[in-house]
C-alpha cells in the first residue's frame, strides 16, 4: 500500500483493514461453532453462536460508520474509495454469513432432543468444513489483494452447491421413508442451505477482492449449480 502525505488518513484505512480482520475471525469462529453444535447436539455451544452474532452486527455498524466518515473527510480516488467501497461491501457479506451462522445455531437448539441420522448429519458437516475452508481462503486473499486466490474460491462454489442438491435429494428420501424423521430433516435442510448461503457469501467477497485489485466487476457467470428449486422424488409405490 501506498503511504499518503497525511499519516492519519493510512490510519484511518489501516483502521478499517484491522476490523474486517476482525469481523472475519468472528464469522469464522461463528460458523465453526455452529457446526460443531450441530454434530455434537450441544445447545450451550450454540446459544454461544447466538450471542456472539451481536458482536458481529456492531463490527458492522462500526465499518460502515468509519467508511462513511472517510469518505466525507477524505474524498477518496481510485484504489482508496474502492478499498472504503469494498470495506463495506465486506462488512456486509460477513455480517450476514454470521446471520447464517445463528440460524444454524438456533436450529441446533430446536432439535437438540430429537433422534437424528447420523450419516445425514456428517454429510451437513463435510459440506460445512468445505465451506469454512472457502471463508478462510477468501478472507486471506482479502487481506493480500490476492485476485488468483480469490478466483480460486469463486471457482469452488458450484461444487458447494452440488454437495447441497445431493443432500437435498437424501433428506428428503429419509422423510418420505418415515414420516418420524420429518422435523428433524426439514430442520436439517434448512441448516444445509444456511451453509450453501454461506458459500454464496464467500463469493461474494471473492466478486469484491476482484473490483478491489483491478477496479473491474468479475462479469464472467458464476458457476451455479444448486438445482433443489426443481428437485422432485418420485413416491415409492
Not at 106 to 124: E, F, H
Not at 165 to 175: D, G, I, P, V, W
Not at 191 to 218: F, P, S
Request: net charge negative.
Amino acid at each position: 500500500m501506498s503511504e499518503h502525505i497525511v499519516s492519519s488518513y493510512d490510519n484511518d484505512l489501516e483502521d478499517l483493514r484491522r476490523s474486517i480482520s476482525e469481523m472475519g475471525g468472528v464469522a469464522e469462529k461463528m460458523m465453526t461453532d455452529a457446526s460443531d453444535a450441530l454434530v455434537r447436539r450441544d445447545t450451550v455451544l450454540a446459544q454461544n453462536v447466538i450471542v456472539a452474532d451481536k458482536r458481529l452486527d456492531a463490527l458492522q455498524r462500526e465499518i460502515e460508520e468509519r467508511a462513511v466518515l472517510l469518505i466525507a473527510r477524505r474524498q477518496p480516488l481510485a484504489i482508496d474509495l474502492r478499498e472504503t467501497v469494498s470495506a463495506i461491501r465486506v462488512s456486509g457479506d460477513l455480517e450476514r454469513i454470521g446471520d447464517l451462522a445463528k440460524n444454524i445455531a438456533k436450529r441446533v437448539v430446536a432439535i437438540s432432543d430429537q433422534a437424528q441420522p447420523q450419516k445425514i448429519v456428517l454429510g451437513v458437516q463435510h459440506m460445512s468444513d468445505l465451506v469454512q475452508e472457502q471463508l478462510k481462503d477468501v478472507l486471506d486473499a482479502y487481506g493480500a489483494q490476492d485476485t488468483v486466490a480469490a478466483h480460486d474460491v469463486w471457482e469452488r462454489d458450484g461444487a458447494i452447491d452440488a454437495l447441497y442438491n445431493s443432500l437435498f435429494r437424501e433428506l428428503l428420501t429419509y422423510m418420505m421413508e418415515d414420516p418420524r424423521n420429518i422435523s428433524f430433516c426439514t430442520h436439517l435442510l434448512f441448516c444445509a442451505k444456511n451453509v450453501e448461503r454461506i458459500g454464496d457469501h464467500t463469493t461474494n467477497i471473492a466478486e469484491t477482492i476482484h473490483y478491489l485489485a483491478t477496479g473491474e466487476t468479475l462479469t464472467a457467470e458464476r458457476p451455479k449449480n444448486d438445482a433443489s428449486n426443481y428437485a422432485t422424488i418420485s413416491p415409492q409405490a
